[in-house]
């Protein structure tokens, strides 16, 4: 919650709707030129590497086959034709990969686009339709405490009924793609109208958030005299310390070769294959560009952040001198939202190039179905929900920086303040991921 109290009409949440209508277009856009076009363009690319490929591979075979009357010039005939299949083989790989590269960058952005806009869409209708509320600048009480809310159980409930559809939503959209799974609408029903009811309480939670109330105070030992939403992340950002820390730990556990007694006598120890990512990704500069930079987008991310808030509490805050940055951030409001939606940006492409780099590892082999590759997968992606869930918080961050009069100030800036603890706990995380995972 803020830490002030705003008269926010409900009409402002059509804007919301406005939105997530532009977030839609933007991600069919991305989705048309990234996977309709250049897909196609690498899809081509890749057809005439895989007949290239086949060609040198039939001639190398004529060649084996064939008896000739000087062996000599036979075999050197034979390893030119060895090599040309081996360099046929890699280009047909590269545009293999270059393909999944504007396919998957272009699916995943669409994805994004739509789960943004349904946050918006439905958020912004739900609020929008309610009753108006009384406002009375004169009779709040400044240590009032705040009513309860009906926000918790409204998320855990749409969080219930979608993980109860989820395989079954998992299958059905496979289906919808043309893979051979078949279609099961009940659970696919279900899993959509959870994730309404999910909607629908995060909606109610801005809606809470954006009309605020006086920043509750801890009261007892340890506490004392903190902020509670403070303490309160701290404790959360221990527990996330608890839960990277096994993946970390079966991580070097796998990769030092570490075996309990029991499986070393039941002979199990030898059958566990080790090869990881970094062995598949290490081996070329080109394939480590994803990870390293998606490692300074986020660290960019966590400067961006602090940027929001310093600019926020800086009750003397100018436009820079220099043209361009005054028109970037011309206002303290523009300049804060302008500064998180940088760090919306960056939080999302770090999303899209882990979804690239996830494509290009599954066509290599490198699948979940093996004991490295369930910890990396498990890892990375516990990792990549983590921004992914800090970029929903950071779309309602935007929208009440954009709407609020003063936007974020002095007075309520202590929102991006929290969140910022958040985000850079995510950041912290990578950084140590990114070396033992990728390069070790």
Not at 144 to 170: D, R, T
Not at 305 to 320: G, H, M, Q, T, Y
């Amino acid at each position: 919650m803020s830490g002030s109290l705003h008269d926010v009409k409900n009409d402002v949440w059509m804007r919301a709707v406005i939105v997530s209508v532009i977030l839609l277009f933007v991600g069919a856009a991305a989705y048309g030129a990234f996977a309709v076009g250049v897909g196609t363009v690498k899809k081509n690319e890749w057809d005439a590497a895989y007949d290239d490929y086949n060609e040198a591979k039939a001639h190398l075979d004529m060649l084996v086959e064939s008896e000739t009357d000087d062996p000599e010039a036979s075999f050197e005939e034979q390893k030119a034709a060895e090599k040309a299949v081996d360099e046929a083989y890699d280009a047909k790989v590269d545009a293999h990969l270059s393909y999944l590269t504007w396919v998957t960058a272009g699916k995943t952005i669409l994805v994004m686009m739509i789960i943004y806009a349904a946050f918006y869409g439905i958020s912004g209708f739900y609020n929008s339709i309610q009753p108006e509320e009384e406002h009375d600048d004169h009779h709040h009480d400044d240590h009032e405490e705040h009513h309860g809310s009906a926000s918790p159980i409204l998320m855990a409930a749409g969080l219930m009924f979608f993980m109860m559809g989820f395989p079954g939503f998992v299958n059905t959209c496979k289906s919808i793609l043309g893979l051979d799974y078949s279609a099961e609408m009940g659970d696919f029903g279900m899993s959509v109208i959870g994730a309404a009811i999910l909607i629908i309480g995060i909606g109610n939670w801005w809606n809470e958030d954006l009309k605020g109330h006086q920043e509750q105070i801890a009261t007892s030992a340890p506490f004392q005299g903190q902020d509670i939403r403070k303490a309160g992340m701290w404790i959360f950002l221990i527990s996330e310390t608890m839960v990277f820390a096994s993946f970390f730990s079966s991580y070097l556990r796998m990769r030092t070769g570490w075996c309990t007694e029991w499986a070393v006598n039941a002979g199990k120890c030898d059958l566990v294959d080790t090869q990881t990512a970094s062995d598949l990704l290490r081996h070329e500069v080109g394939t480590l560009l994803p990870g390293a930079i998606n490692t300074f987008a986020l660290i960019i991310s966590s400067y961006t952040i602090v940027l929001a808030l310093k600019v926020a509490k800086d009750v003397n805050w100018e436009p820079s001198k220099n043209a361009l940055m005054a028109k970037l951030f011309p206002t303290r409001k523009k300049a804060v939202r302008n500064y998180l939606i940088i760090t919306l940006a960056l939080g999302s492409m770090f999303i899209v190039l882990k979804l690239v780099e996830w494509s290009h590892l599954i066509a290599e082999g490198f699948t979940i179905d093996t004991q490295a590759g369930s910890i990396f997968y498990v890892a990375t992606g516990a990792h990549g929900l983590h921004v992914f869930i800090g970029l929903l918080v950071m779309l309602f961050m935007i929208f009440k920086a954009d709407v609020l009069e003063n936007g974020y100030d002095e007075h309520n800036g202590q929102g991006i303040e929290y969140f910022g603890l958040y985000w850079h706990f995510v950041d912290l995380a990578w950084v140590a991921i990114f070396p033992a995972f990728y390069l070790y």
